[in-house]
């Protein structure tokens, strides 16, 4: 005979800071009825719990007071589940700056600027831009670039030499010298003219 859950639950033992009075977890879910049934639930285990009904609405809360753990739809409006997650694991990592020449990207705010001048990304470009300055004077080939920014490799496609267009554009508004170079027949490289 098995002893039922309720009693092995009571009487375990856990350390005040591990029990579950003392998490916060954040539901981010669109759909009202999914999130309070796994709210209802958590808060029936003892946890604290937020509820965010989108992602913007979620990084607020996260910033606000961070969570323990984070319960997160995919499918949401605005900021999907998979870009709120990297802003999250962005803001939790130390050094969410990164850095070149007069090049800055911050990671958490999802900023960017050249000198004093900010420049906007979309999401995408904002993924490619990071993937150069994460790998500085590195040559990257566009199947790499496919994989590291897009998640994928398709058979053929210019998508990453026109991204790396817009990014000139961008970066290059002002008239600043160029950063991202063309290495003929191998890919892209971050570095100086």
């Known amino acids: 005979m098995s002893t039922p859950d309720r009693y092995w639950r009571s009487s375990r033992k856990t350390s005040p800071s591990s029990r579950p009075e003392n998490r916060?977890?954040?539901v981010v879910d669109d759909d009202e009825r999914i999130a309070a049934a796994v709210r209802r639930?958590?808060?029936?285990e003892g946890y604290s719990v937020d509820v965010a009904a989108?992602?913007?609405?979620?990084?607020?809360?996260?910033?606000?007071?961070?969570?323990?753990?984070?319960?997160?739809d995919v499918m949401l409006p605005g900021l999907d589940g998979i870009e709120v997650c990297q802003r999250l694991?962005?803001?939790?990592?130390?050094?969410?700056?990164?850095?070149?020449?007069?090049l800055s990207m911050d990671l958490a705010a999802h900023?960017?600027?050249?000198?004093n001048r900010a420049i906007e990304l979309t999401a995408q470009e904002f993924k490619l831009l990071e993937q150069f300055l994460r790998h500085p004077r590195q040559v990257?080939?566009?199947d790499s670039l496919l994989e590291l920014a897009w998640g994928f490799v398709p058979d053929e496609s210019n998508v990453v030499d026109?991204?790396?267009?817009?990014?000139r554009h961008k970066l290059e508004a002002d008239g600043e010298p160029r950063v991202l170079q063309t290495v003929r027949g191998v890919g892209?490289?971050?570095?100086?003219?």
């Open 140 to 142: 990257l080939s566009r």
């Open 188 to 193: 892209y490289v971050l570095r100086s003219a």
């Open 54 to 72: 989108d992602g913007d609405a979620a990084l607020a809360s996260a910033r606000d007071q961070r969570p323990d753990l984070v319960v997160l």
């Open 41 to 44: 639930a958590l808060i029936y």
């Open 89 to 102: 694991r962005a803001a939790a990592q130390p050094g969410s700056v990164l850095r070149w020449q007069d």
């Open 24 to 26: 916060r977890i954040l």
């Open 162 to 167: 026109v991204y790396v267009g817009y990014l």
């Open 111 to 115: 900023e960017v600027t050249r000198g």
